[in-house]
């Protein structure tokens, strides 16, 4: 079978004859890859002039009602990618992780879109006032790149790679062009197919490569973003290349790195903390058989703890079936391919130089349900290196397989020490119950990782694990890891998007962003907002309300309403030495005062009260002060029907400028509210 690339709205094979993809369990021909005559330029182009504009159209809400679909849409033919996965070597779980989880990627990022506008482009971090009359103001807003994201993976995960890399750009309006690891692309081939059938996503979001980039990189522009998953050595010399330095184009790394995990000092042998380190690192070594960027290498324990952790953890691994992932016991499956193999046994050999050999015997291990000599099979390897101070192969040579290494530290700064000798990883994980201990070693080591698990009784209850990143949280690690970033909720969709300063009067800024900027001109509803429907009311829209005299009853009621006996409102003999000149008024009867002033109490489009954000009391309000609000319409939030019977409605964010008679704020804040829209279809 030949697989085919999709680029430039067609399914095409390459020209000749191209590279044969193996069964990882059976050593038979899976499909063939080829790329020959695949014009990489043009391809680039079409996602730049085809699929760059589509999405950009397309608001955030729009986007990820759209990765929704899509994970609906995939979600419900899930099945049908598992026998494809086995033929990785991978195994149910191994599958899960890759299938499932990368669907869930798209799920979360789908989610994701409540935290962006109705809006093509993000309003980021708040105005900047730039004179001293107010009259001129700054702002910063985000907007797609007009580029292409390039995703060149790995071969581990053909599915959660490209998931979770496409699901942040989509979301962003970026299109994508992923070329997967060649050895594993048949797997990524298989959902591209569906993806493009379904129609969901426009065209040119995204085009597949399936073999060999050849100089794909040599026409990668400014507008561009090139994110690279794999080896260190490969990832140094894509970012290096003089394309990527002339245009400056984005490049975002994030490479296998040498992970560990660190067994606290408290976490003695018996103890729930002990038991649950050899049933991580065991299923990290054994998980996808070790070929994870998140893998644990160096397991770093206690001295005193050494020889327990040597017998519990071979005697757990000992317990590791092998084999054929479709045979039934089977929890540990092949590795990519033979290539995989010869590239873990030369590090073995260069790390077994200065370590003793614990576990694992790489010529007499049983395989169930396939022949090993066919198979890309490999035994667990667990190592101790006795001096790793003086021996630095082990925070240096990464064995990208199911292999890891034993470290003795004394104390929990050596063991930090140990930690950032592996200049720059993806993840550590502690496993400890003692607060303080897990403080000083993430003060430690934060520096030298991207992300920090720490494990014990309590959080393993809900614990996704040391080698699980997570889409709301950040993936990427400094130094050896890359020094990129990935995922992280809003932080990685904003990878593919440019920030720009713009600067002008409040009533223009207030314009280009959609969100009314304070000291921008009001404009008349005609009527009270609260009147008004979804559809018609426009950002400025203002009112101004009726006044309220404060007086001191206000304040004691207030008291006895709220219980709120604070005694700066009620006890006048208690001010001396406070920035309070007399009796002040509680500053939640300002806003619950301003509410009053402002709320239309008839009933009308506005369903309910959404809550409050931004809210600051700026000024003290004495008895005989004398209070107003100016009531603005400040953003509009879209929002789909969650069902054929829910009320069509949106979400409108009013600010609150709470005055007093000499016309200086008192009191701001941000209500939302949810109201009716007129389309109730």
Not at 188 to 195: L, P
Request: proline share 4%.
């Amino acid at each position: 079978m030949k697989l085919g690339n999709y680029v430039c709205g067609n399914w095409v094979t390459g020209d000749g004859t191209g590279q044969l993809l193996y069964d990882a369990v059976t050593g038979e021909v899976v499909a063939e890859s080829n790329t020959k005559g695949i014009d990489v330029e043009a391809v680039l182009q079409y996602g730049r002039n085809v699929g760059n504009p589509a999405l950009r159209k397309m608001t955030f809400q729009e986007r990820g009602r759209m990765l929704k679909a899509l994970a609906l849409h995939l979600y419900g033919i899930k099945d049908k990618y598992y026998p494809i996965s086995f033929r990785t070597g991978a195994t149910k779980v191994d599958s899960w992780i890759d299938i499932e989880g990368g669907i869930g990627n798209l799920f979360a990022n789908a989610s994701l879109r409540r935290k962006f506008p109705d809006k093509p482009f993000y309003v980021d971090g708040e105005m900047a006032p730039l004179s001293k009359g107010g009259s001129f103001i700054g702002h910063h807003i985000m907007v797609p790149k007009a580029g292409v994201a390039v995703h060149i993976n790995a071969f581990n995960f053909p599915i959660w790679g490209m998931l979770e890399k496409i699901a942040v750009n989509l979301l962003a309006g970026v299109p994508a062009v992923v070329k997967p690891a060649t050895v594993s692309s048949f797997l990524t081939e298989a959902m591209v197919k569906d993806i493009i059938a379904s129609g969901i996503l426009p065209d040119g979001a995204l085009q597949l490569i399936c073999g060999s980039a050849r100089n794909l990189l040599d026409f990668v522009e400014s507008q561009d973003v090139v994110t690279f998953t794999g080896s260190a050595d490969t990832g140094r010399m894509l970012k290096s290349h003089k394309r990527i330095i002339e245009e400056a184009v984005p490049f975002n790394m994030e490479a296998d790195s040498l992970n560990c995990s660190i067994l606290g000092l408290d976490a003695a042998p018996g103890t729930e903390e002990f038991d649950l380190f050899i049933k991580e690192v065991k299923k990290e070594m054994t998980v996808k058989c070790g070929q994870k960027c998140t893998a644990i290498r160096r397991v770093i324990v206690p001295e005193q703890y050494v020889e327990d952790v040597k017998i519990s953890l071979s005697k757990a691994l000992s317990k590791t079936t092998i084999g054929n992932p479709q045979a039934e016991g089977v929890r540990m499956g092949a590795l990519a391919g033979k290539d995989q193999i010869k590239e873990v046994a030369a590090s073995i050999e260069r790390l077994k130089q200065h370590s003793e050999w614990v576990y694992g015997d790489m010529e007499a291990f049983e395989v169930i349900g396939a022949d090993k000599e066919k198979g890309a099979f490999l035994p667990p390897v667990l190592m101790f290196q006795p001096q790793p101070f003086k021996y630095t192969d082990v925070h240096e040579v990464e064995a990208f397989g199911p292999v890891s290494t034993i470290l003795p530290y004394t104390d929990t700064a050596e063991a930090i020490r140990l930690a950032n000798m592996g200049k720059g990883s993806l993840v550590s994980s502690i496993v400890t119950a003692d607060e303080a201990l897990a403080t000083e070693y993430v003060m430690g080591s934060a520096t030298h990782h991207g992300r920090i698990l720490i494990l014990n009784r309590e959080s393993a209850k809900e614990s996704t694990g040391h080698g699980s990143p997570m889409p709301l949280l950040v993936h990427g690690g400094p130094g050896r890891a890359g020094g990129g970033e990935e995922m992280g909720g809003m932080r990685g969709v904003k990878h593919y998007m440019q920030r720009c300063a713009i600067q002008g009067s409040p009533t223009t800024i207030t314009e280009v962003t959609g969100v009314y900027q304070v000291g921008g001109t009001f404009k008349d509803p005609g009527q009270h907002p609260f009147r008004k429907h979804f559809e018609e009311l426009e950002v400025g829209q203002t009112v101004i309300t009726h006044k309220h005299t404060v007086t001191e009853a206000d304040i004691v009621n207030f008291a006895n309403v709220s219980g709120d006996n604070f005694y700066a409102h009620m006890d006048t003999t208690s001010l001396e030495g406070t920035i309070f000149e007399g009796r002040v008024a509680h500053g939640y009867f300002v806003l619950s005062k301003a509410a009053g002033l402002f709320v239309d109490p008839a009933k009308g489009p506005v369903l309910l009260n959404y809550g409050i954000e931004e809210c600051r009391f700026t000024k003290p309000v004495y008895p005989g002060m004398t209070i107003g609000v100016k009531f603005t319409v400040k953003e509009k939030v879209d929002q789909e029907k969650r069902s054929e019977d829910d009320v069509a409605k949106g979400i409108v964010k009013f600010l609150v400028d709470v005055y007093d008679e000499t016309n200086e704020t008192v009191a701001i804040a941000t209500i939302l509210t949810m109201v009716k829209k007129l389309d109730q279809s």
